[in-house]
């Protein structure tokens, strides 16, 4: 069965970092893009990062770059986000999913995982 588990999530003061995981299962890693999207109540789900599991190429939304960063150990078939200076605005529930690489982009999930809840106060 496929599954994509996120994992540590938390409530971090404004400036504060966090550490998100994506572990992989059930299908072939190298053959996806894992990317992390984030949803705000009341708000559509956008696309922060992504990352190719193959070749390593990452991507950043805008209001993330030079703030967060994304790395892959294949070994694990984990996914990690790194986030720091986190802003209020940066409070969602955030996901990972995997998009095969014959879709050319990393923004069309084959698979979804469950969210993880980050919560920044300011």
């Known amino acids: 069965e496929v599954q994509l588990q996120a994992s540590g999530g938390g409530l971090v003061q404004a400036g504060g970092s966090l550490k998100l995981s994506c572990a992989a299962s059930?299908?072939?890693?190298?053959?996806?893009?894992i990317g992390w999207f984030r949803q705000a109540p009341g708000l559509e789900r956008e696309g922060v990062s992504c990352i190719s599991s193959s070749d390593g190429r990452t991507y950043y939304a805008d209001s993330v770059k030079g703030r967060f960063t994304i790395s892959s150990d294949n070994a694990k078939n984990t996914v990690y986000l790194q986030m720091n200076s986190l802003k209020p605005e940066d409070t969602a529930v955030y996901y990972c999913?995997?998009?095969?690489?014959?879709?050319?982009?990393?923004?069309?999930?084959?698979?979804w995982g469950q969210g993880t809840l980050v919560t920044v106060s300011s």
């Open positions: 999913a995997a998009t095969s690489v014959v879709r050319g982009t990393c923004w069309s999930p084959d698979y």
């Open positions: 059930g299908f072939t890693f190298d053959d996806y893009a």
